[in-house]
C-alpha cells in the first residue's frame, strides 16, 4: 500500500519505505503540508506535525476567534493568494468581475493503481500498474464552481513522485488561469543551497550553488524553450551535503518552453518551492465545461547527496520516461557531416565520407542541415523540405541507398518548427510565421518560428516529414530548433487568448513528436535546439537521445556533460568526437581524450574522416570496437561522478554495472603542472568491495575495496626529468580504464 489515508483527520500518506509524503486537510479546507523527506514510520495521525505560529500583530487570519490561524504561517501544499497568504500562490485566477480570490476547498480524493496519462503531454509513466499509485485530491471552489484536482503518484521503486494539476470549469462563467503551478512544497527550514544548472550556448548546464536568502530566488525562461541559460531542474541540498552524503531534494519540470522554478524564503525562514509554467505572459481562457492540465514536476528525494539524486532520476528516467524501443537497444555509432562540411557538400563528398566511416565501424550517416531546397547557407530555406537538387541531383532516396550499400543505417537533420523568409514556404504562406501585427518581426539565425499553435501547420509539416523518413527509409532523425521565439501572437487566436500562445505552442511540437513516433517507432529521435537549448524531460519523452551542445571541445564538454548528469542518464547526452583545432575554442586536444570524454555519452563522429592520418584511422577504429564493448554498460549502469571540473583541474567519473562486474572509468586532467605527484591514485566507488578486477591495458588483479579504499594508481605522469618513462604529459591529459570481474 504506497497510499494511506487517515478519513477522520483527512491525512494523506504517501510512503514506499524510502520516502514519506504526508498532508492533510486543514480546518479551512485548504490542504497543509505536514511532511516531506526520508520515509516516516506510518502513525494514523500526524497532525502535530503543523506548526501554528504565535500570531503578531502584522499577520492576518481567516478566523476571528482563532488568531493563530494564519495562511501566512501554515505550510500549504497549494497556496492561493490574498487570504492571508502573502507569499506567492500556486494557482491565480481572474474572474469576469475583475477579482483574483480563489478558496479551494477539500471534497474527496480518489486512489488509482498506476500512473494516467496528461493527455498531449510528456509525462513519465508505469507499464504495470502495479508500479505506481495515484493519490487525486480533489477541491472547489463552489462560488466559481471550479473543481482542482492535484496528481500525486509515488513509485514503488525509488524515491520518487511526481505532481501536476488540473482544472475543471464546471460554472457558468469563463475565468482566466494566470498561474497554475505543478506543485508547491513549503519547507519548515531554510537550511539549503540550491543548486541549479545553468550557462548559456556552447557551455550549458553548468553546475551553480547558492545559499537560500530570504526573497524569492529563481530560475526560469521566457524563450519560447526550456532554455540553454537555465534547465528546468533545481535541487535544494543541505549546507553540509556532499556528493554521496546528506539530503537533497530534486525537481525536474516535464517541460520544454516558458518554466519558473522558484523557492521563496519567507520572514520565518521557511522556503516555499514551486515549480511550472511560467506565470509572465501566461493566461490561460476557460470557458464553462473546459479543463486544463499542467505538466508534471519529478521529485526527487535522495539521502545519498547528489549522486545518490541522480542515479535516482537516472534510473526513473530510463524505466518511466524514455518509450522507445531505444530504451533497451544499443544505440548505434554515428557519424555527422556538420562539422565535417557545413553546407559545403555535394552527394559525392558526403557517400565518400560515409564509405570512409564505414570501414572504421562507423553505423548510422547523419546528413545534418543544407540537404533541402536550396540551402547553401543559413539565410534560405527553411520549411522547404524536398532536396536540394544542385547538391544531391538524384534525390535523397539515391543517397540513402548508397548509404546502406555501405552498410551503414541513414539519418537526417530537419528544423521542423522554423521558416525561412527567403523560402518557397514563406511565398505560398506568409501568415504562417509568428508575429505581431504591425510590429517587426525580429530574426534569429535569419529564420522565423512557425506558429505551431495552428493545427493546420503542423499537420503540413507532418506529412512533409513523414513522407521523406518514408521514401528514405529513415533510421535516424536529428529534430533541431535554432532560435527562440519572439514578437510571440497567433492569428488563430482571439485577443483574450494570446496568453496561451507559448502553451500551445509547445502542445503543437508535442504533438508533432506524438504523431511521428507513433507513426516511425523504430527511428531513432535525437532532439537539439542550438545543441543544448531544450535539454529537458518532455523531449526525453519522445526523443531518448538530445545533442547536449554544439561545444564538442573535450575539455569544454566535462563541465557540459558533468553538469548533465545531475539529472539525465549519460546515455541520453550525444556526444561526439570532433576535429581540431576545435571549431568552438579552437583549442587542440589530442584524439585519445577527445574519445575519452565521448565515450561517456551517445558516441559518433563529428569530422572528416578522410581527412585523418593512417594512423589516426587506426585509433578511430580501435574507438570505435571500445564503445561496441562499453555501449550497454553506458546504457545501463550505475554513474558516479568522482572529482568535478567546476572545483579541480581534474576531473573523474566512472559507471558501474548493476551486477557490479564491469566498470568503465574516465579521468581527465586539463592543465599540467610543473612535478607533480608522483603517484596519483584515484578513489573509485561503486564497486563490489570483495570482487577481484582485472583492468584492461594493466597487469594482475584489483579487489573492489583496494580500487575503492586505496585507489586506482594512474599512469605515470611527465615530470620535467622521466622523459623515457613517463607515459603521459602535457595539457588535456585523461585516461579510460576498463574493469571486469575475472
Ligand atoms: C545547430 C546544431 O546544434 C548543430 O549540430 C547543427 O545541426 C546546426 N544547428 C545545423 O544548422
Known sequence: MLVRVNEENKQFHLTNGKISYIFHVMKNGHLGHLYYGKALTHREDFSRFQSYNIPTPSSCHPYEDDPAFSLETVRQEFPVYGQTDFREPAISIRQLDGSHISHFQYKTYRILEGKPVLEGLPATFVEK???????????????????????????????????????????????????????????????????????????????????????????????????????????????????????????????????????????????????????????????????????????????????????????????????????TKDRPILINNWEATYFDFNEDKLLEIAKEASQLGIELFVLDDGWFGKRDDDTTSLGDWWENNEKLPYGLEHVAKKIRENGMEFGLWFEPEMISPKSELFLEHPDWAIETPNRHASLGRNQRVLDFTRGEIVTYIYKKMAAIIKKTNLSYVKWDMNRYVTEAYSAALSADQQGEFFHRYILGVYKLYQQLTEEFPNVLFE??????????????????????????????????????????????????????????????????????????????????????????????????????????????????????????????????????????????????????????????KGLNEKADYAIEGKEGTYFGDELMFQGLSLSTEFNGVNKGVSERGGDYQSDVFHLKQV
Open 527 to 684: 532532439s537539439c535546439a542550438g545543441g543544448g537549448g531544450r535539454f529537458d524531460p518532455g523531449m526525453f519523452y519522445y526523443a531518448p537521445q538530445a545533442w547536449t551542445s554544439d561545444n564538442t571541445d573535450a575539455v569544454e564538454r566535462l563541465k557540459i556533460q558533468y553538469g548533465t548528469s545531475l539529472v539525465y542518464p549519460i546515455y541520453s547526452m550525444g556526444s561526439h568526437v570532433s576535429a581540431v583545432p576545435n571549431h568552438q575554442t579552437l583549442r587542440v586536444t589530442s584524439l585519445k581524450t577527445r574519445a575519452n570524454t565521448a565515450y561517456f555519452g551517445t558516441f559518433g563522429y563529428e569530422l572528416n574522416p578522410l581527412e585523418l592520418s593512417d594512423e589516426e584511422k587506426q585509433v578511430v577504429k580501435h574507438q570505435v570496437e571500445n564503445y561496441k564493448q562499453y555501449r550497454s554498460l553506458i546504457r545501463e549502469g550505475d554513474f558516479y561522478r568522482l572529482l568535478s571540473p567546476f572545483d579541480n583541474n581534474e576531473t573523474a567519473w566512472m559507471i558501474v554495472s548493476k551486477d557490479k562486474r564491469e566498470a568503465l572509468v574516465g579521468w581527465y586532467k586539463v592543465l599540467a603542472a610543473p612535478n607533480p605527484r608522483k603517484q596519483t591514485n584515484l578513489l573509485l
Open 129 to 327: 500498474k502495479d508500479e505506481a499509485t495515484t493519490l487525486q485530491v480533489i477541491l472547489e471552489d463552489t462560488k466559481q464552481k471550479l473543481i482542482l484536482t492535484l496528481n500525486y503518484t509515488i513509485f514503488s521503486s525509488g524515491p520518487v513522485i511526481t505532481r501536476s494539476s488540473h482544472i475543471i470549469n464546471a460554472g457558468e462563467e469563463s475565468v482566466y488561469l494566470e498561474r497554475m503551478m505543478a506543485g508547491s512544497i513549503d519547507f519548515a527550514s531554510c537550511e539549503f543551497e540550491m543548486v541549479q544548472l545553468s550557462g548559456a550556448w556552447s557551455r550549458e548546464r553548468h553546475l551553480k550553488e547558492r545559499r537560500l536568502v530570504m526573497g524569492i530566488q529563481s530560475i526560469s525562461s521566457i524563450r519560447g524553450a526550456s532554455s540553454h541559460q537555465h534547465n528546468p531542474f533545481l535541487a535544494l541540498k543541505r549546507p553540509t551535503t556532499s556528493e554521496e552524503s546528506g539530503e537533497v531534494y530534486g525537481f525536474n519540470f516535464v517541460y520544454s518552453s516558458n518554466f519558473l522554478a522558484q523557492v521563496e524564503v519567507d520572514h520565518y525562514e521557511t522556503a516555499r518551492v514551486m515549480v511550472g509554467i511560467h506565470p509572465f505572459r501566461f493566461e490561460w481562457k476557460l470557458d464553462t465545461h473546459q479543463s486544463f492540465q499542467s505538466p508534471e514536476v519529478v521529485m526527487v528525494y535522495s539521502e545519498n547527496g547528489l549522486n545518490g539524486m541522480s542515479q535516482s532520476f537516472h534510473d526513473f528516467y530510463r524505466n518511466h520516461l524514455i518509450r522507445s524501443v531505444w530504451k
